[in-house]
Every structure is written in C-alpha cells, then in structure tokens.
C-alpha cells in the first residue's frame, strides 16, 4: 500500500470555525490531490499540487484553501466551516508513472454542525 | 470536458455470479482509464487500469478492455465472491496536449452486493 495517511481521521466541529485537514505521504511523489466524496456524487476534486507551493484549484473549491510548503504534506483548510461541507474527504498522491494512477489515503470523515 | 457514465446500481448477485459493470466516457485525446474499488469505510484502491485503446488492464480476476471505438470501459469478472461486495468506481485522467497534472473524473460509483 501507497505510504499515505490523513489526520485527523474523524471531526466534528462546529458552523464557522476553521478546519485544517491533514495529508502525508511517504512515497516522495510530485502530486497531491484532495477530493471529497458524497452520495450521489462520487468524488470530486477540491484541489491539486503539482509541485512544493504549486497548487491549483479543481471542481468545487469554493471555501477550501490548501497549502504544500513541503513534498510530504498537503493541507486543506475550511476557512469557514458549512454544514454544506460535512463530507468524507480524501487524499490522493500520484507519481511521474505512464498514467499517472493516483494511491487515495483512508479519509477524513467530517461533521460541521 | 470529460465526463464518466456508469451504470446506476445497486447490483445484487449470488455468489459464482458472472459480473459486468458498464463504463462509458467521453473524452479528447487519449486518456487513461481505471476501475478502483471502495470497501466500505476504507479509501479508494486501484483495481485496474489501461492506457490505450485495446489495452486489457486485469486484477485479482477483474478485467476491463479499453474500446476507444464504443468509448467504453467495462468491468467483468467471471464468477464473484462475497468479498467483492463493495463500491466500484470508473474513472478518466484526461491528456491535454504536453502537460497533465494527473487530475481524474469519476463515475458515480456503482454498489455490488454479492450473497452467499
């Protein structure tokens, strides 16, 4: 298994206070991804990195901020927690392979009350 | 943009069943396609993957074949067991031209339930 973990694993945390979600990698690959994952949705991207202090936003990332000030790690921060947020997120990782496959850490289930 | 269609489950089947779960796309270029599989509170696992048309990406019994004539990427496996029951999710990584950071899109997901 791809060496990734996310922390914390569960929160519950309440309307308008910040979040910070945490993903570390092992496997030294360039990319990190962050996605969320709802009924009905499947998964979609909130943001990327496609490099140390590169990022770029994805699909629904409005109201998150990430940060990459090293390989190892990539943070996402609900600047504001919704209740519209209360989500599973997911990390993923993905490496200079032919087609990029991406390895998905275990998830951070998230409550905002 | 790209997109990823998947047939709407749930499927129920016996065990020793014959599987199949449709995947279509749509797409520019040539991408890269995979099945990955959710078991229940776990993360996503790579099943498999194909990168090119007539590509047969194959795993622990699964197989998909990549038909870039019917855009289509359809998961099969011949006789299921109840440890495949999980959610199984196909996916597309685009190619844009000389850059791609990678990025996916996803199917909705599609739930097997398989009993004994």
Redesign the interface.
């Known amino acids: 298994d791809a060496g990734i973990t996310q922390s914390p694993r569960h929160k519950v945390t309440e309307t308008g206070t910040p979040v910070t979600l945490r993903c570390h990698q092992t496997e030294n690959h360039r990319y990190m991804y962050w996605y969320r994952q709802d009924p009905g949705h499947g998964l979609r991207l909130i943001h990327y990195s496609y490099g140390v202090k590169d990022t770029d936003k994805g699909e629904v990332s409005d109201g998150y901020s990430v940060s990459r000030s090293k390989t190892e790690d990539f943070l996402l921060t609900l600047e504001s927690a919704t209740s519209s947020q209360t989500s599973v997120y997911f990390c993923a990782i993905s490496g200079n392979t032919q087609a990029y496959e991406q390895y998905f850490g275990p998830g951070t289930r998230l409550t905002v009350t | 943009g790209n997109s990823v269609t998947q047939m709407e489950g749930p499927v129920t089947l016996s065990e020793e069943a014959f599987l199949t779960i449709n995947c279509t796309y749509t797409a520019t270029g040539y991408p890269?396609l995979?099945w990955?599989v959710q078991y229940p509170g776990?993360?996503?696992?790579?099943l498999l993957?194909a990168?090119k048309a007539d590509d047969k990406g194959s795993n622990k019994g699964f197989e998909a074949t990549y038909r870039k004539e019917t855009t289509s990427f359809h998961l099969e496996k011949g006789s299921v067991q109840v440890s495949d029951s999980a959610v199984y999710?196909c996916a597309l990584?685009g190619y844009a031209g000389g850059t791609?950071?990678?990025?996916?899109t996803?199917?909705?997901?599609t739930i097997l339930t398989v009993h004994p």
């Open positions: 890269s995979f990955y776990e993360g996503l696992q790579l993957k990168t999710f990584r791609s950071y990678g990025k996916l996803f199917g909705q997901g």
